[in-house]
């Protein structure tokens, strides 16, 4: 089992505000780190999928970036809109196995 | 492609009764993954299959629950006999291999299973 901390729980913001938040794992057999997002009554949704240190992703107005040294990734969010209200899982991978964390859940106010 | 298909959707069924979730992989992808979500635990691993051979079952919370593969299309996770405690959302997810590697591949879920043991 992984120790894999999502921090915050949860997070409340206003529509335009930019938000981020952490997921923390070891750095041992590391191997690659995937988000995903995960709407209420939905199935998860790939987002990023990081492997290397110092690795950057961006797809629209979300971003993350990955420290491997350390054990942590940042997954930020420009100009929150309320269709980004959801839960954003990641999972670090350790021998070929996803290794989920308990979520963010982020709501965007209008 | 109609990608992950799980059925049903919603199952409520009596403590003692036996259960069977359906899945039907994206055509194609060679590994197909069964994970549970509860409050309690989050979305964990139960078993995943490469070409409908079971990897890695280590999960798989008790011998009351099987899951099988017969062919590359259709994969059964079973539960005999359901506990109250079993409730949960059950997914299955399927992914391709790249040259990556396992890991690196991005898994495709399926709208999952509600469970409900009374």
Redesign the interface.
Known sequence: ILNVEQSPQSLHVQEGDSTNFTCSFPSSNF??L?WYRWETA?????LF?M?LNGDEKKKGRISATLNTKEGYSYLYIKGSQPEDSATY?CAP?NF????????TKLNVKP | DAGVIQSPRHEVTEMGQEVTLRCKPISGHDYLFWYRQTMMRGLELLIYFNNNVPIDDSGMPEDRFSAKMPNASFSTLKIQPSEPRDSAVYFCASSSPSTGGLGTDTQYFGPGTRLTVL
């Open positions: 191997y690659a995937h939905k199935s998860p949704e790939a999928v492997t899982l991978v070929n196995k996803f290794y989920f964390g308990s979520g």
